[in-house]
């Protein structure tokens, strides 16, 4: 089974440039996550799909960032203008549906895109 | 609200000796909660979880942890490390909002090994 793939994997930019990230999820998951992970820090969710409708996107900075996730599969992270304090690894994760609040659906990481904003 | 805090965000171990990592939770509901570990460069990947059907959870590559609600804890132990578990290690609690659940990670723990 093919794992949640990313791109590009690094991306160096100036500031106030924008810039964008892909994910694929894997095949059939209908929840899609957007996180960023500052150095030192844990991920801290930006954005939260189910299919293609947001779920939660109450930490997503919307003055400069954006995401779609249309037709319910791949989805976009748009970074507009970009700031010094967006350096950060941008990870997706899929997961099933959650269809049982006990089951606790398990997040499948992608590699991650690895941001510099100088 | 609900909240992971992690104690030492570094840890060194000797290869062969025990590995405990240690995390706390904040939680004014049963909490579901869950350690995940990330190789450099690469996503994170889980290693278990606690969904409350026991309070001894035994994970990938010889991790286990216990749910202790009296301490309010989640250690990782695991009895030998290996130098592949060098790695960050991070502990996490899900918020089910709306039905979604939604992950609080802590600041994460390295792992050191050494020979």
């Known amino acids: 089974e093919a794992g949640v793939a990313q791109s590009p994997r690094y991306k160096i930019i100036e500031k106030r440039q924008s810039v964008a990230f892909w994910c694929n999820p894997i095949s059939g998951h209908a929840t899609l996550y957007w996180y960023q992970q500052i150095l030192g820090q844990g991920p801290k969710l930006l954005i939260q799909f189910q299919n293609n409708g947001v779920v939660d996107d109450s930490q997503l900075p919307k003055d400069r960032f954006s995401a779609e996730r249309l037709k319910g599969v791949d989805s976009t992270l748009k970074i507009q203008p970009a700031k010094l304090e967006d350096s950060a690894v941008y990870l997706c994760a899929s997961s099933p549906k959650q269809q049982d609040t006990r089951k606790q659906e398990t997040q499948y990481f992608g590699p991650g895109t690895r941001l510099l904003v100088l | 609200a609900q909240s992971v805090t992690q104690l030492g965000s570094h840890v060194s171990v000797s290869e062969g000796a025990l590995v405990l990592l240690r995390c706390n939770y904040s939680s004014s509901v049963p909490p579901y909660l869950f350690w995940y570990v990330q190789y450099p460069n690469q996503g994170l990947q889980l290693l278990l979880k606690y969904t409350s059907a026991a309070t001894l959870v035994k994970g990938i590559n010889g991790f286990e942890a216990e749910f202790k609600k009296s301490e309010t804890s989640f250690h990782l132990t695991k009895p030998s490390a290996h130098m592949s578990d060098a790695a960050e290690y991070f502990c996490?609690?899900?918020?089910?909002?709306?039905?979604?659940?939604?992950?609080?990670f802590g600041t994460g723990t390295r792992l050191l090994v050494s020979p």
């Open positions: 996490a609690v899900s918020l089910m909002n709306t039905g979604f659940q939604k992950l609080v």
